[in-house]
């Protein structure tokens, strides 16, 4: 069993994937939250704006990893979530700091639930990824 690169890079990824699922389960939450009145939207976008930057950034330094060690299948699965990231914030309202959650129109039905959807596909992609990474991390201790 060596530790190389390759197990360093997973050992990361399972760290850094832990917290994008924090990530998910306090977006999901929070939108739950908004939909049953327990809070307002401008406390809500408070609260959920300034993890959108670090929840993207982390996600892409993982994926940065993977390239430099060339783990191509993970960094394949990861691809479409980061190009969903970059159209997201690009097309987000305009908006005086950063974050993507608008206060006005957060409370439309349409938005909130495609909020709380998006909230539920990214913690399923997160939870899917952490049980990959597992496995890649055995693998890569195992098979050098």
């Excluded at 939250?33 to 327990?38: A, P, R, S, V």
């Excluded at 993982?62 to 960094?75: A, D, I, R, T």
């Excluded at 938005?111 to 909230?119: H, W």
Aim: proline share 5%; with cysteine; glycine share 4%.
């Amino acid at each position: 069993m060596a530790f190389n690169f390759t197990a360093f890079t997973y050992i990361v990824a399972l760290i850094g994937d832990a917290f994008l699922i924090f990530f998910s389960i306090f977006h999901v939450i929070a939108f739950d939250e908004l939909k049953t009145d327990y809070k307002n939207p401008i406390d809500q976008c408070n609260s959920l704006n300034p993890l959108v930057l670090p929840e993207y950034l982390l996600h892409i330094f993982l994926n940065v990893l993977f390239l430099f060690c060339g783990e191509w299948f993970s960094l394949f699965i990861n691809i479409p979530l980061i190009a969903y990231h970059i159209w997201r914030y690009k097309n987000r309202p305009i908006m005086s700091g950063p974050g993507l959650y608008d206060p006005t129109t957060v409370l439309k039905t349409d938005t909130l639930a495609r909020n709380m959807r998006e909230g539920w596909i990214k913690l399923a992609v997160y939870l899917i990824s952490f049980f990959y990474y597992i496995y890649g991390m055995v693998y890569s201790l195992i098979s050098t």
